[in-house]
């Protein structure tokens, strides 16, 4: 089974794919840790180390694969047998990334980056950024419609609760 997950920032992604992982015992992979590198201070990889490392894992038989629905990872679309669609508002969006910072702070969450004021600030740019282009991924999206599960916030909870 491939599976992709697409949702804003803090919509629940990686919970839902490790839910979905323990389940069908497939492996997970977060984009972002695709995107950036952890282990050498969050910096961002050139796109040629992006798309090798991305390949790598369509290549396999099985994935879970989550993402805000970057363009350069689109192909992973074609290659899934599923795509689920988180669909939460951006004041929910927002509401949801201050919790997470907050939550990081505490230690009560893990993060990939250093939770600082400034990445708080570059996540609320990064909401902003998915619902300025959320039109033209949907748009792409529904072309793959008859694998599509959109999920708002209940139809989440039902499915990480089964």
Known sequence: ????????PA????????ILSK???????ELDCIVWDD?????????ETIKK?????????SFIIEDIGRSIFKE???KCDKIYYIKISKSESYKRVIKRLINQKL???TCNYPPSFRALIDMIKVVNSYY??????????NKFKDKVIYLDKDKLNELENR
Request: aromatic content about 8%; overall charge positive; glycine content about 8%.
């Open 53 to 61: 490392m991305f390949n790598d894992i369509l290549s396999k038989d």
């Open 39 to 47: 282990n050498n201070n969050h910096i961002k990889r050139d796109d």
């Open 107 to 109: 230690g009560k969450e």
């Open 132 to 141: 300025k282009k959320e039109k033209r991924k949907l748009g792409y999206i």
């Open 1 to 8: 089974m491939k599976i992709y997950i697409i949702g804003p």
């Open 76 to 78: 992973g679309l074609k």
């Open 11 to 18: 919509s629940g992604k990686t919970t839902l794919s490790i």
């Open 23 to 29: 389940r069908y015992n497939i492996k997970n992979y």
